[in-house]
């Protein structure tokens, strides 16, 4: 039997609750599930997540082997910038960030997991830094003052949120004039199985939450942001031995021909104005943002 249509708040504090446990999950673990949760995959190692350990800033601690993507690469961070990312974790972002940014630099870890701000505050006691902060607090209603970032990154977490219009309406206003993001999420292209859609656990990750490709890069421009481009596209595929833990042989069989494409994109967006970050330069870029893959040898996938 389904379970009821959550509401907002109830989705929000199952997600809270996931992320909580993931915690304390070993990066294996995660990396086989959709965002550590969903299910393990004994058929691959790793269903979202891109690799780390070649950036520098990388602190193998704070990598639980979520995400599924590499915003913080694209983002275009300047000695000196003032950097939020945006559902931070145990603060993998943060510290590649901190890395770009320097010591001269800030870097705001935002999120909504108790245990995740614990995770990431030992973390960053560890490495001694002092301008690294962690944040408790809701993305759709940001713990941050108007015009103050010259970046926002984030990984994955997004699709999480269930007013995703909201937080981008947010990330325009903690934005300096000029400022810019780059972030990493989960998108589709046509539509979810119900059992999918429904479960909770699928919410949590990752895919349940996910909304067309479309309505989502049209929330962005509603926010007020210009310069959308879409850096890294990648398909995501949800190994059999995951699905059959939600549709019956023939569902599975009319879900993997039916043309429904589940994304990893990484978007790109500037906010209007003059400041630190207006001098507009070469987005980067991997693949083709019209395509449905990555080009083979183009080093996206």
Do not use: W
């Not at 504090?13 to 949760?37: F, H, L, M, P, W």
């Amino acid at each position: 039997m389904k379970s009821h249509q959550k509401s907002p708040e109830e989705l929000k504090e199952t997600v809270r609750q996931k992320y909580s446990q993931i915690s304390e999950q070993a990066k294996d673990y995660n990396a086989r599930s959709c965002c550590g949760a969903g299910g393990e995959s004994t058929k691959v190692y790793n269903i979202m997540t891109d690799d780390y350990s070649e950036l520098e800033g990388y602190n193998a601690d704070a990598d639980l082997g979520l995400g599924c993507g590499l915003p913080t690469q694209f983002a275009q961070i300047k000695k000196g910038d003032y950097v939020i990312d945006l559902g931070s974790g145990a603060g993998n972002d943060c510290f590649v960030a901190r890395h770009e940014a320097g010591a001269e630099g800030k870097v705001l870890g935002i999120d909504f997991a108790e245990p995740m701000i614990a995770k990431a505050r030992q973390n960053a006691d560890k490495l001694g830094f002092n301008n690294v902060e962690f944040r408790y607090g809701d993305i759709e209603e940001l713990p941050a003052s108007d015009d103050v970032a010259d970046v926002v990154v984030s990984n994955c977490v997004l699709n999480l949120v269930p007013d995703k219009e909201k937080v981008f309406t947010e990330i325009h206003r903690v934005l300096k004039p000029g400022g810019h993001f780059s972030i990493s999420d989960i998108v589709l292209e046509g539509d979810l199985p119900e059992a999918l859609r429904e479960d909770a656990e699928m919410y949590a990750g990752c895919v349940a939450g996910a909304i067309q490709k479309e309505t989502y890069l049209g929330y962005i421009k509603e926010a007020g942001f210009e310069d959308i481009t879409i850096q890294k596209e990648k398909p995501i595929e949800i190994p059999e031995d995951i699905l059959s833990q939600y549709l019956a042989e023939d569902e599975i069989a009319e879900f993997n021909s039916g043309g429904t494409g589940i994304y990893s994109i990484t978007v790109f967006a500037r906010k209007a104005g003059e400041g630190k970050s207006a001098k507009k330069e070469a987005v980067t870029m991997l693949g083709n943002a019209n395509a449905n893959a990555c080009e083979p040898g183009s080093g996206c996938c």
